[in-house]
């Protein structure tokens, strides 16, 4: 019986169809244009660019023009790659113009798609972004698309990791500028460290594209993009902890694999804590006693970097270095780091140096980076099973574009063994079978350890024509790929998602001829070897199609159905024949975790015998089911960590808009007068309470807040005293005086430089107050959850507790910048002096960058001398004044209170600083 949906769809097509179909007037059109475009010269289809910026200066929008724009971008295309979009092709530029996701297969050109609303877009000449998945397909792309770019009159920038500032400024000049996700993430944050907006090197967000979207937005949007500072040295108790976690057994803790949990029993704590004990490290008489949360923090670290994370799969070792493996991709992610010391963690299992901690100084989910854009689009080979989430999370509609050819693959159904021994002997018969007839085999692993245990008993086998392509020989991935359409070749992979280079039967021509002929000059004897090779390509094209097209074999289910479709959409590209196949075992992760127990003892009565499989599309059904669950907990996950940055990224906002605002402002004077008089308002509201007696009045209390957030010492015991004095007469008196006290420093300082002292500390305090701000916001997170206990929800909690510590950062944000401005002093120092050193900043995410904290200290004067902020330069304890604040130069926070209080200067003058 067909449902109504299904007769709907077989009467009026899919919705997806529908929007397929609504394209084709469009496609019709720029067909029609093509003759006239061939007629024109090379300079009057270059004019056609200025022609549209002009149209649009006076009006036109972007869908007015997109016709001929397609048009001429197709034309060009033609002309400089020798490649012309298909009509398929025309339809995904639309789906990307519209700003939706175009589902294409692979192998149909997604890159050379790209150009058509890139082209489009550019003409605006607000800058369009190419977000790649690594910076080897940013050089290239923009390279080989680039030269269409310029052809048309438009300039094109790259974005890789390792340029300087300028370059950087310059990159995002362009009108079409190539990029990995996480530098521009990582530029986005380090803009909003900056404290002057020269420095800053992007202009805004305007319209991107997102090649390998499902990778980029879904993969690695679990986790923040964070920028973070080293904090002191703890690397003792690291390896200290990390040799008793050796010491326990088995029934000392509870794992679970399927939530990515470690935690002790309680014979595991109390032996744990009896070891502390022993050694000197246990404050008090329990483990969790709030004076012992550091040694908690490291020996749950330590537990689960024994137990949780396993070498190969997670993480390498090379160079002295934890280098972590991208659990998607295989890939090395050099520079990124585990955070919360799990990393540290890891460093002192594998007895290799521990670098320090660090402290988040700005972080960013990417999901919240790619929402800025004005207009966002995606391209990938599956994005369909993730409909749902774009659509939820990034309001992106998934179109499916039709293939160019149809597809000729066949997907055979799973084989399933009992042991992982049976499945791979299967898999090695399979391989060489294949192998004999000259058929191409690409095999897909899950983990770097596993592809090359499957190599080493290809070895065994005596086949040693294969290649191995994982995080290990990352640089040389590009080369492999290309060839592993050659007939006989094995290729061994850990995963396939944005490769970005095709399998071509018979192989790579490009590639081919650019290793042979790369030094050989053009002329006649090239152009003649050129032949031979592309003939040769041919030849083996032949070949591999009579051994039936490319066969991809998998060694084991992923955690997501999207991943294996990208494998398996690696064979049956423009219309070539292919077959995949996947090999499982009930000791597979996937099989174990999700109940195989009970299916091995299901096998075991049906008598299943040794080396046999069980064969049947049930089986993939079961295996589809348990995907979607893994799919639905992960898309939790994402969303619940959204829902939190969400709350923090509406505070992101408003500071990171307060700095370019402060950045702006030529007199900041205003700002800092209505901060000192909200100031004053504040103290005098709370030592003379409304209606309150003059008994009731905390004079003390305010000639002591005076002092410390506005350093003036005023009579306030004496004006009480005064007949028929009220609250708004002693709060005129202070405003007056404290007015007066700040336009004497602004005359001594001249309008110029103390622009620039009110500028900088206003800067450097919101930074330093922000920074503090997302610490309370990590502590608040990981509390606020046990609230449920307590029938709270723990989101509503978040947001509220969450405005009250925003409100506090911008109270102390008052106090501290009045406090500063009144008291510093200008010192005079030798030009040539050399300035101090910024702290080393760097970034934690997927393929992180690290750059430096861009502080800058300016100067003035001429070319003898410079001035500096007096509280920012170092002064010997010596040569300061207990009772003038502005002798007593940088105080560090644990130092103890130059005033003589026998406080720490955080808990006494520095308070608020």
């Known amino acids: 019986m067909v449902s109504l949906g299904g007769l709907a769809r077989k009467i009026f097509g899919s919705s997806n169809d529908r929007r397929v179909k609504a394209t084709r007037p469009r496609v019709e059109s720029i067909n029609g244009l093509e003759n006239e475009m061939r007629a024109l010269s090379d300079e009057a289809l270059r004019a056609r660019t200025e022609q549209f910026k002009a149209d649009l200066a006076n009006g036109a929008t972007l869908d007015d023009i997109l016709v001929p724009a397609f048009a001429t971008a197709r034309e060009a295309s033609r002309r400089v790659l020798g490649m012309r979009p298909f009509d398929v092709q025309l339809v995904g530029g639309m789906v990307l113009n519209n700003g939706g996701i175009a589902e294409m297969r692979t192998g149909e050109g997604k890159t050379l798609v790209a150009t058509l609303p890139v082209y489009l877009n550019a003409l605006t000449g607000k800058g369009v972004h190419v977000v790649t998945v690594n910076d080897y397909l940013a050089k290239r792309d923009s390279e080989w698309m680039g030269r269409v770019y310029g052809f048309l009159g438009l300039t094109t920038g790259v974005i890789v ?359 050989m000059e053009a002329g006649p004897e090239r152009e003649a070897r050129e032949a031979l090779i592309r003939a040769d390509i041919e030849r083996l094209k032949e070949k591999a199609i009579a051994a039936g097209g490319l066969y991809v074999l ?149 000639k002591a807040g005076l002092q410390q957030h506005v350093n003036l010492d005023l009579p306030i015991e004496e004006w009480v005293k005064e007949e028929g004095i009220d609250e708004e007469v002693i709060r005129e008196r202070i405003t007056k005086i404290a007015n007066d006290a700040a336009a004497e420093r602004a005359e001594r300082f001249g309008p110029e430089v103390m622009t620039y002292v009110e500028r900088s500390f206003l800067l450097q305090t919101l930074d330093h107050l922000w920074r503090e701000h997302l610490v309370n916001l990590d502590h608040l997170r990981s509390v606020v959850g046990f609230r449920g206990y307590a029938q709270r929800d723990p989101l509503n909690e978040y947001k509220s507790e969450s405005f009250e510590l925003f409100q506090a950062l911008l109270g102390n944000l008052r106090q501290s910048v009045t406090a500063q401005l009144m008291r510093v002093e200008l010192v005079r120092e030798a030009a040539d002096a050399p300035p101090p050193e910024a702290p080393e900043v760097f970034g934690q995410h997927i393929d992180a960058t690290t750059g430096e904290d861009d502080f800058n200290e300016g100067g003035f004067g001429d070319a003898e001398v410079m001035t500096r902020i007096a509280v920012e330069s170092v002064v010997a304890p010596e040569d300061r004044d207990p009772s003038k604040p502005s002798t007593w130069g940088k105080v560090g926070r644990n130092e103890a209170c130059p005033c003589g209080s026998g406080k720490k200067f955080k808990h006494c003058h520095g308070a608020f600083a």
């Open 161 to 519: 990791h390792g340029l300087s500032d300028e370059q950087r400024r310059a990159a995002y000049a362009c009108d079409v500028t190539y990029a990995t996700n996480n530098e521009l993430g990582f530029d986005y944050l380090r803009d909003n460290m900056k404290y002057e907006r020269a420095q800053m090197v992007q202009r805004g967000h305007n319209y991107a594209i997102v090649d390998e979207v499902d990778s980029i937005l879904i993969d690695e949007a679990r986790t923040p993009l964070i920028i973070s500072g080293p904090l002191e040295d703890r690397s003792e108790m690291y390896n200290i902890v990390d040799a008793l976690i050796l010491q326990l057994l088995p029934a000392d803790y509870e794992i679970d694999e399927k939530q990515r949990t470690a935690i002790f029993t309680e014979d595991g704590t109390e032996k744990l804590e009896n070891m502390l004990r022993a050694a000197g490290h246990l404050k008090g008489e329990s483990l969790y006693d709030v004076e012992n949360v550091a040694i908690v923090h490291h020996v749950n670290n330590a537990l689960k970097a024994h137990r949780l994370f396993s070498k190969d799969k997670d993480y390498i070792v090379r160079n002295g270095e934890i280098v972590i493996i991208d659990e998607f991709t295989g890939r090395m992610m050099p520079g990124r780091r585990y955070s919360e010391g799990l990393h540290q963690a890891l460093e002192a299992k594998e007895h290799v140096q521990i670098q320090p901690e660090n402290q988040t100084l700005a972080s960013v989910t990417f999901q919240n980076y790619f929402r800025m854009y004005k207009k966002l689009a995606g391209m990938t080979g599956t994005a369909a099973t993730e409909a749902e989430e774009f659509g939820n999370i990034y309001g992106l509609e998934v179109t499916e574009v039709p293939t160019n050819k149809p597809v000729q693959r066949i997907d055979e159904d799973d084989e399933v063994y009992r042991s992982v021994e049976e499945k791979y002997k299967a898999i090695i018969r399979d391989i060489r079978e294949a192998a004999d007839k000259g058929q191409p085999i690409l095999v897909g692993t899950t983990s770097i350890e596993k592809s090359e245990h499957l190599a080493e008993r290809l070895r065994k086998e005596g086949m040693k024509n294969f290649q191995v392509l994982n995080a290990r020989y990352h640089e040389q991935e590009a080369g492999i790929v290309a060839q592993a359409g050659r007939p006989g070749a094995i290729t061994i992979a850990t995963n396939m998602a944005g490769r970005g280079t095709d399998i071509q039967l018979g192989g790579n021509a490009e590639m081919r001829i650019a290793e042979e002929l790369g030094s």
């Open 554 to 702: 998998a060694t084991e289910r992923h955690e997501s159905r999207r991943i294996d479709n990208q494998l398996r959409g690696r064979s049956g590209r423009q219309g070539d024949p292919g077959r995949s196949k996947f090999y499982l075992s009930l000791q597979d992760d996937l099989m174990r975790i999700f109940g195989s127990d009970r299916m091995d003892g299901m096998l075991q009565k049906l008598g299943l015998k040794e080396d046999e499989a069980i064969i049947h599309p049930w089986i993939n059904k079961a295996l589809e089911k348990a995907q979607k669950k893994v799919e639905a907990r992960n898309f939790d996950i994402r969303k619940n960590l959204l829902k939190y940055d969400d709350v923090q990224n509406d505070q992101r906002k408003v500071v990171f808009e307060q700095r370019i605002a402060l950045m702006d402002g030529e007199n900041l004077s205003e700002t800092v007068a209505e901060m000192r008089q909200d100031v004053i308002d504040e103290l005098v509201a709370k030592c003379i309470p409304e209606n309150a007696y003059a008994e009731q009045w905390d004079a003390t209390g305010l």
